[in-house]
């Protein structure tokens, strides 16, 4: 009824039934709203004025209004040979320190996949560094890493500081390596998430029935063609979703680099997302700019995410 | 027995009657593999040993090399992180080695007595902790308290374009942290939010929302219906049901959601990083702030890094049954 109930008869309704009902749909919003509206709040409307920003010039200490720009800064960071740099450094990352994870992670879980005595715990304990605090991680990593009086070196065998590495200054010895900070900090994020992979691939495993490696022996198949027909087929669509959560994190990566190597020596691990830091909030604060900037990455993340999620269905489509 | 469940490819025989089936490499075999994963596990730890005994070692046994592994554990790195200290001046030395000698003086302040400096009060980096508590604690309190609803609205009604929904959800997730504090950091310029607790409470919150509403929505969807609605037909109203039968039985979901909620905020970094500056800064910039100030106290900094690590090892090993649901954002459950 579309009438509407006055004051009085509501209230009679409510002394009638002892308490105010309320209907399942005024609960389901009760619920959901606040959520929500937190979401657009800090997400769904700073996307979108980030947006607007994007196309002006506005720099936040400077006093004056934003003026539109066009796609200027955007056309600026596409022809600028520096940010190719960045980008390229951060695409090395990715592949590299993802790459590796996947290997170790895929490694770690099929050496644990079978349980023995204290198998749990160890387990467990491989999985500590990927609940710590990545700049955290950062700062004492910078610790072992040090030339003088590092773990690193010293367990490495290089006990004499001026020829042994020194990771973040990408020094060996005397002479410059170009790109040894970069792995110093590829390093430390496949010890960090490694334990991630071997996470995800050894529920993959235990899901695994043992009736196709019974049907497999019975047939006398090797163990290596049990793992490339069975094994891996199997846990394809679990290590996927850990490439995809490691590739999306490694593009955003920011709070490592910062503890370990603050970008340094020079640019060689100024990764996009660092950079982006620095050009928003560190110097120049050019809002508008590193506004585009962010732009650029969140495109780029959407559309791995979506390569990812695409490839993820074919593989379950098959299995 | 338990150890030979899910053993893997073809498992081998290697306990039977009939000596013939028995594969006697097997058991070999498995004890290679255990003392592998032994080996490995110790040389991935070593990093975090190194931090345990870095925090106990004197600023001098730091910097030794090469890096001592025995060496006499003091308290040292606590008392330069925990204090701002002075330099005793000559005259007042006798002063206070009669302190001393009559035992008036607390651990820290004999260590700096014998580093010839008394303490002037706490450091900076206590104020910090106390924001990372405050804005650790309550906004992992707000957002399992949304968590819990959203998810169980989520998990029981037919809300219109529910997966949509969710999924925008999870995508606020997926962010790169730099990416929404650029406006949000002018937003709060605006509030007069920057640099307070209350911008990080509400941050944070909306930071892990996405997390604890999937989360939450999982746990729910494995609490039985016909429980509430037996309780319905009992005549009981729907929010009394999610009161009194739903809450209690996701208690244990509800708890694992608030410490990884919990363990979150509390390593969070990149938007302390650069939504404060003084006031409200938290721990984890904190501590990268120590390198800045006049040479480098790693002792302090492995205390300020073992204070993330302890917590972070007990939740590991309390929550172990839920990490893979943690950190999948419930997407995988086993």
């Not at chain 1, 019974?214 to 490339?228: G, N, Y």
């Not at chain 1, 982006?276 to 506004?291: K, P, V």
């Not at chain 2, 006697?24 to 080996?39: C, K, M, Q, S, Y």
């Not at chain 2, 040993?49 to 890096?67: E, L, N």
């Amino acid at each position: 009824m579309a009438v509407e109930a006055s004051p009085k008869t509501a209230a009679l309704a409510r002394t009638r039934t002892g308490r105010r009902q309320l209907s399942d749909g005024a609960i389901m919003n009760l619920f959901i709203w606040p959520t929500l509206i937190l979401l657009i709040a800090m997400n769904v409307f700073p996307l979108f004025y980030s947006l607007y920003l994007s196309f002006t010039n506005f720099v936040v200490t400077a006093n004056k209004a934003p003026v539109w720009i066009g796609v200027n800064n955007f056309v600026d960071i596409l022809t600028t040979e520096q940010m190719w740099q960045y980008f390229a450094t951060s695409g090395k990352y990715v592949v590299l320190s993802v790459g590796l994870q996947t290997i170790v992670g895929f490694t770690l879980a099929m050496l644990v996949r079978s349980k023995f005595r204290g198998s749990g715990v160890i387990t467990t304990l491989i999985l500590v560094p990927m609940m710590l605090s990545p700049v955290v991680v950062g700062l004492f990593w910078k610790l072992m890493y040090n030339p003088i009086f590092g773990f690193f070196n010293y367990l490495l065998g290089f006990m004499d500081p001026a020829t042994g590495p020194d990771m973040i200054a990408s020094r060996f010895g005397a002479t410059q390596v170009p790109g040894l900070a970069l792995l110093a900090v590829v390093l430390v994020d496949v010890w960090m998430w490694s334990p991630f992979v071997m996470l995800l691939v050894l529920s993959g495993l235990n899901a695994i029935p043992d009736y196709l490696y019974e049907a497999a022996a019975i047939d006398r198949a090797s163990s290596w063609f049990q793992f490339w027909r069975i094994t891996l087929p199997q846990v394809m669509p679990l290590l996927l979703i850990a490439v995809l959560f490691r590739t999306i994190e490694a593009l955003k990566s920011f709070d490592l680099v910062m503890g370990l190597t603050g970008g340094g020596p020079g640019e060689q691990t100024e990764l996009i997302a660092v950079h982006l830091y620095r050009e928003a909030f560190a110097g120049q604060f050019r809002t508008g700019h590193s506004s585009a900037l962010a732009y650029i990455i969140l495109i780029i993340v959407i559309a791995v995410s979506n390569l990812y999620i695409r490839y993820l269905n074919r593989a379950k489509g098959e299995g | 027995m338990a150890s030979f469940e899910k053993a893997g490819p073809s498992r081998p025989v290697v306990e039977s009657i009939r000596v013939d089936k028995i594969n006697p490499g097997a058991r070999f075999t498995g004890a290679v593999r255990a003392i592998i994963v032994l080996a490995i596990a110790l040389v991935m730890l070593i990093p975090i040993y190194v931090m345990g005994i870095t925090a106990f070692k004197t600023r001098g046994d730091v910097v030794a090399s090469p890096p001592l592994v025995f060496f006499k554990p003091t308290l040292e790195g606590f008392m330069f992180l925990f204090t701002d200290r002075a330099v005793v001046s000559a005259g007042r030395i006798p002063e206070f080695e009669a302190l001393a000698e009559a035992g008036k003086m607390n651990i820290f302040e004999r260590i700096a007595f014998e580093n010839g400096q008394e303490i002037t009060g706490p450091s900076p980096f206590v104020k910090r902790l106390t924001n990372s508590v405050v804005v650790a604690s309550i906004s992992t309190v707000l957002s399992v308290l949304l968590g819990v609803l959203a998810g169980y609205a989520f998990s029981r009604f037919s809300v219109a374009g529910k997966d949509d929904l969710l999924f925008f959800i999870l995508s606020t997730r997926m962010l790169p942290a730099v990416v929404v504090t650029i406006p949000i950091f002018l937003m709060y310029r605006q509030l007069s939010l920057h640099d307070t607790q209350l911008g990080l409470i509400i941050l944070y919150t909306a930071f892990n929302l996405s997390f604890s509403v999937w989360l939450m929505k999982g746990f729910m969807d494995e609490i039985p219906r016909e429980y509430e609605e037996a309780a319905l037909v009992d005549g009981y109203s729907r929010l009394q049901t999610f009161y009194k039968i739903v809450l209690p039985q996701a208690a244990t979901g509800i708890a694992a959601t608030a410490v990884f909620c919990l363990i979150f905020a509390w390593n969070e970094y990149a938007f302390a990083l650069m939504l404060t500056s003084e006031k409200a800064r938290t721990a984890p910039p904190g501590i990268a702030t120590l390198l800045g100030r006049g040479g480098i106290e790693w002792s302090a900094i492995a205390v300020g890094s073992l204070l993330f690590l302890i917590p972070v090892v007990i939740v590991t090993f309390g929550l172990r049954k839920y990490l893979l649901r943690g950190v999948t954002f419930g997407a995988i459950r086993k």
